[in-house]
């Protein structure tokens, strides 16, 4: 998780809710060969683990050719058996220190909301980066917290553990993060649903 002071790959890309479009796989690996893309987690809340599994094989494959870190969302047991690279854990899901026992030296990130005191939490538990956010309005998901700059600042104080910042990130407003401290932009939308421009496109804007 190491970082230099310019990260270029900045990008924590989210998979798209659904995956069910073959084209799903070409384009990702164009956006992966733009080489911005840090980390690639799957996020598929209403598929089958047998899915799952069928489709995280396929997108390890290009995560692997193109040095991206392949996550699993919420679910560490999943994460072993596709040997992905690592896991997100939300607020609700298996605690840290379980989730440590299944995948061992691998990459865990928590989801810390709006929250000081769960990135503090996180932190004596382990984790590998804190997740923050929503920062602002998406679609992506049913928003329950909203984070602001300051958190980034404030954790920055406390901890060098790389921070990924989430919600509603575009070309807009990305940069604004970036300057803020984040380490890594949490994208899903901008890339896969965008109106304007092809998954390809979307990604080389971001500079």
């Not at 998780?1 to 809710?17: D, G, R």
């Not at 058996?81 to 896991?87: F, L, P």
């Not at 989730?99 to 928590?110: D, F, S």
Request: aromatic share 8%.
């Amino acid at each position: 998780m190491k970082q230099n002071k310019i990260n270029k790959k900045f990008v924590y890309l989210i998979s798209p809710n659904k995956i069910t479009d073959i084209n799903f796989y070409n384009d990702l690996a164009l956006v992966l060969s733009s080489k911005k893309v840090s980390f690639f987690q799957l996020r598929l809340k209403n598929e089958t683990n047998s899915n799952k599994l069928i489709i995280g094989k396929k997108i390890k494959k290009i995560c692997n050719k193109y040095k991206v870190k392949f996550l699993v969302n919420d679910d560490p047991l999943l994460a072993k058996k596709m040997n992905a690279d690592g896991c997100h854990l939300g607020q609700k899901d298996i605690n840290l220190i379980k989730a440590r026992k299944i995948l061992k030296n691998k990459i865990i990130g928590v989801t810390c909301h709006n929250s000081v005191n769960l990135a503090k939490r996180a932190i004596e538990a382990g984790a590998d980066y804190l997740a923050f956010g929503a920062f602002y309005a998406t679609k992506t998901k049913i928003v329950k917290y909203r984070a602001s700059l300051t958190i980034l600042k404030s954790i920055k104080k406390i901890t060098s553990i790389p921070i990924v910042a989430i919600g509603g990130i575009k070309l807009s407003n990305y940069k604004k993060l970036l300057l803020n401290k984040a380490n890594f932009l949490a994208i899903s939308g901008y890339i896969w649903n965008n109106k304007k421009y092809k998954p390809l496109e979307a990604i080389k804007k971001l500079k």
